[in-house]
């Protein structure tokens, strides 16, 4: 792998990753309810899920993932019922503001709603790994970038990780951002407005994997 095609491999990262889908709105809607410490453990899962599909990829499994039929509908299916599960309870959420971890003037009223950080790593490992399709793309853009003539496991490796540093800044940076303008939508209305816009966002998510073909 030459540098040439190493920094062309690095833009279409950043335009992959900057780009926002589930996991950045998992992290958006984390960060503005909980901060954004508690948002990185949703984005931890999500890489984790990400490093999953990677290896699954490095292993050949792809390729049956692309010929059966079967096992791509399992997942395409249930990833599909997840994404319309987050996208219906954040969308009919009754919730009509927002308190943010570690705001001390909301600090009460923010107590009793707070997910443990295992339950919001478990939600970004089922965001992250929720779209069959992401198995699809490692498989078939990581070979495109690879020396052929040069050992594969070090060229995965770095493309893995340039991959995964460009994810997880995103992630953070979103969760920040959110986390930053959450006093804003603490005005009434603004978090119910929020809540549908997100969950109709999942929603389409849903949708649009539902729609997707081998």
Excluded at 44 to 49: E, P, R, Y
Excluded at 79 to 89: D, S
Aim: proline share 5%; with cysteine; hydrophobic share 55%.
């Amino acid at each position: 792998m030459t540098l040439q095609t190493f920094f062309l491999y690095v833009a279409a990262v950043f335009v992959l990753t900057v780009t926002p889908g589930p996991a950045v709105l998992m992290c958006i809607t984390n960060g503005i309810h909980y901060g954004t410490r508690r948002a990185l453990a949703g984005a931890l899962g999500s890489l984790t899920a990400v490093c999953a599909i990677m290896a699954v990829s490095a292993a050949g499994l792809g390729a049956i993932l692309a010929t059966s039929e079967k096992v791509f509908l399992i997942l395409k299916w249930s990833g599909v019922a997840y994404l319309a599960y987050i996208g219906a309870r954040t969308f009919f959420s009754r919730d009509s503001g927002f308190d943010v971890a570690g705001d001390e003037q909301h600090a009460a009223s923010a107590a009793p709603r707070q997910r443990s950080v295992l339950s919001l790593y478990v939600q970004g490992l089922l965001v992250g790994g929720s779209n069959p399709k992401a198995l699809l793309f490692f498989t078939a853009f990581f070979p495109q970038f690879l020396n052929p003539d040069a050992p594969q496991l070090p060229q995965f490796l770095v493309l893995g990780l340039t991959f995964i540093c460009f994810e997880l800044f995103w992630l953070t940076f979103y969760a920040h951002f959110a986390s930053r303008v959450a006093p804003w939508l603490r005005t009434p209305g603004r978090a119910r407005m929020f809540n549908r816009l997100a969950g109709a966002t999942f929603l389409g998510a849903s949708a649009l994997l539902a729609g997707v073909r081998r």
